[in-house]
């Protein structure tokens, strides 16, 4: 263990200054019976619970790193009471503090002490994880990557639910990060770019961003340094260099996704669709007809007929190796502001977001696509 992590220990088992769980967006209907001891001790950012896809059998097995006292889990295990849920962290007091919560289910979870740069688990042992606020406390994140990789069957993914930054970080952030063995944690965020190039070196076929959530720290961090040094440190220019936000995303390992649990939309049945997260007609061009007549990721109700559009998100890739990216309705889309992003880094690219399935077979044919690498 290195100085850093030995600094974060100290700083996550104090009680995290956090106000509402709902402005994370964890509903209290999802709160539930979530013992409060453990809803009390998480660090969260933003909730990504609706990013992870847990396959829908009993011998589905989920793992959270740096899980602290286990709240994502405790949700995770509500939802999905079959799966085998694993929390990994490196504090014992907050594992602890998490087992003590944890026998009021069906199946327990298990809460181990590990390092997640070097998971304590065979090849190949879980079908999802999450890393929820854990990625940027780590200076080691290639690491990291490379071992959740590992541990992950295929198909699998990893939801990441991180601060990232944009722009140019001034000079101060960087040294102010080691001066401080990381506590100062601004220093140490990574883009989405590198977050994309660090997923693709370990081995991922696939990042898919979910979402992203503009925040401004500005005045908290000029108010710490002030405290500190007596003086601003970042200059008016500097500031307007950078931008930082909160980001949803999900690393695919594996293309083959089976099936997907969906709801009816118009009698409430639950049901399963075949599902594919990446779809490439250039190398299968059987799935572009499965698509088209909705046999594959939408169907149909097997109780009420009513045609189903699958919840999840998925990538289609056409002969010319475009790429239309499919979102359900709940997740507001890609903002505006990504467009221009990819419009401008891709120029010869156009970009749509298609929400239904008749959105969908339309946006097919005409040039609505771009590539993620
Ligand atoms: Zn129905």
New binding site residues.
Partial sequence: MDSIEARLIELYEQQPQVESRALLGYSSEDLKGIPDAVAGLSHGLKCPLHAVMIPDDRCARVLDIGCGGGMDLFLLRKNNPDAACFGLDLSMALLEQGRAAGCCGERDINFLRGNARNLPFRDSSFDTMLAHAVLHLSPARHEVLASAFRVLKSPGSIVICDPVISGCAPEFFRSEYLDSDGVFVYGGLSSLDDYRELAQKAGFAWFDLIEEHRFDPVKEISAMVRNKYGRDMVTEQEWSRIDFSIAIFVLHKGVNWGFRRTE?G????RTQLPYRSVVSIKEEPLFESLILARKLNFGR?P????D?DCSEPFLYIDDKGRVVHKLPQHYHGIEDETIREISTRFPRLSVRTVFTPDDFERAIRPKSWYRWW
């Fill in positions: 009816c118009n009698c409430g049945s109700c109780f009420c007929g009513h189903i």
